[in-house]
């Protein structure tokens, strides 16, 4: 491998960007003998033979632009040519890359964004609304996965002509399905929520239901409190949504929450009989029990470490992955503390205000850290979907989220990788959002219609084990 000189990316970033690369081919020592990299402000080399030419780029900041392929278009962050071909092989066997996509995947891959970036929403989250995804309109679109087709394309070409093997893999023969559930409310009848329902009837606090239904609520509360819990809560529905993922062949992982000074955090205790028991049946029934970070854990080690130890305590498992609560994510410190806190895997990352790949990748992958320099060793597990972006956040209807399932899975078909969905089970109540759960039943069984590999956060890191 010859270095010539590289400005953005060091050689460990280029590393980085090819070990991503290595998800979607068995590599061969006869293609990477052969890789040359050059700054783009060098002449280019000279007499090269059979070599494969990664230009770099000199800038700092993404400047993009659109390029054809194969009848498709495609934005390259960092262009190097008015070119539109991504690559050539010269008479001398050896294959020139036209544009810098090393650099461009290594942007959205890194989360270098949004470390570059200022949070602006009201929490400190980096949103959607400032993104880049925005600016150029490619949220939908896993961008990384493109580049490395067109990268491996590139080498296919390659091997034909040197007489050398070349094989492809991909991580799900269809699309593997992580679907999973956030726990941060389990009592639609709690005390407190309705006294604050009693409060909105009288117009001291803001309501965004009419009075008919704080009434229709009300009295279900009433009815609730006064069974002793015979009649039950509508978020207290965990058999009927484990039993309907049983049905259809399904597991999927569940994120615990704990209690937090606030009210924005947990309300229920690891350690009641109820929440006990119900992480029990889960553990029993093949699905995963992971930790759900409050908003302090996000940069506090020690606290999340003693989160995570509570929830090991009561589900006799130590949990191996995590999603913070409200999505909310400081990059790269949200990452250090997790790892810190020995968690294997994160699934927060999509973008709370809107759906689609935050780093622009369908595929599991490791985030870079920035202060020293390498990858980090815990695995990002890509969100792609969590209902309340859609629902509240785009303000759409659930129509328009099937339509934009449709579309992340259509990605994550044609690279054999992840579709991530979130739906909380307090999400799931007729009552306030009537019909929601005739139709989450049937987005699964359309889900599940499209032969997905359902798999929970736990099982894909053994899969990644073997990969
Ligand atoms: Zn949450």
Not at 270 to 298: A, C, M, P
Not at 358 to 384: G, K, M, Q, S
């Amino acid at each position: 491998m010859l270095i010539f000189v590289a400005m953005l990316l060091s050689k460990n970033r280029i590393d980085y960007v090819l070990a991503h690369l290595g998800q979607h081919w068995l590599s061969n020592k006869g293609v990477e003998e052969a890789f040359v990299f050059v700054a783009s402000n060098r002449p280019s080399p000279e007499g090269l033979k059979a070599k494969i030419v990664f230009p770099l780029s000199l800038e700092d900041q993404p400047g993009p632009q659109t390029i054809c392929f194969e009848g498709e278009e495609l934005l390259v962050l960092y262009p190097l040519s008015s070119d539109s071909d991504p690559f050539e092989l010269d008479a001398q066997g050896t294959l020139w890359f036209r544009h810098d996509f090393l650099s461009s995947a290594f942007y959205l891959l890194s989360g270098m964004q949004e470390v570059q970036a200022k949070p602006q929403d009201a929490f400190g989250r980096f949103s959607y609304q400032q993104s880049i995804q925005k600016a150029y309109n490619f949220v939908n679109k896993p961008l990384v996965n493109y580049y490395f087709e067109l990268i491996l394309k590139g080498f296919m070409v390659y091997c034909e002509r040197h007489g050398l093997s070349f094989q492809r893999q991909r991580l799900f023969e269809h699309f593997g399905f992580l679907l999973s559930h956030d726990v941060d409310r389990v009592a639609f009848h709690h005390p407190r929520l309705m006294a604050y329902r009693v409060l909105q009837l009288l117009g001291l606090k803001p309501s965004n239901v009419g009075k008919t239904v704080l009434l229709q609520h009300l009295r279900a509360g009433l009815r609730h409190q006064l069974s002793f819990g015979a009649v039950s809560d509508p978020w207290w529905n965990f058999s009927w949504m484990t039993a309907l993922e049983k049905k259809l062949g399904l597991r999927s992982t569940f994120f615990f929450l704990s209690r937090e000074e606030g009210q924005r955090n947990a309300w229920y205790r690891f350690n009641s009989r109820k929440i006990k028991n119900l992480i029990t049946d889960l553990n029993t029934d093949g699905f995963e029990v992971s930790l759900h970070g409050t908003f302090r854990s996000v940069d506090d080690p020690d606290r999340l470490l003693k989160q995570k130890q509570a929830l090991a305590k009561v589900s006799g498992l130590e949990p191996l992955g995590i999603r913070q609560h409200f999505l909310l994510f400081k990059h790269p410190t949200t990452f250090r503390v997790q790892e810190t806190a020995g968690l294997a895997y994160d699934s927060t990352l999509s973008f709370h205000d809107h759906d689609g790949f935050r780093n622009a990748y369908c595929y599991p992958f490791h985030p870079y850290d920035f202060e020293n320099d390498r990858a980090f060793t815990i695995w990002e597990f890509p969100l792609v979907m969590m209902e309340v972006s859609v629902l509240q956040y785009r303000g759409l209807g659930l129509d328009d989220l099937a339509d934009a399932a449709n579309r992340h899975i259509d990605e994550a078909l044609r690279f054999g990788g992840l579709f991530g969905l979130l739906w909380h089970n307090c999400r799931l109540n007729d009552l306030e959002y009537p019909g929601v759960q005739l139709f989450y039943e049937q987005l699964l069984e359309r889900i599940v219609a499209k032969s997905p590999q359902s798999i929970t956060g736990s099982a894909l890191l053994h899969c990644l084990d073997t990969f």
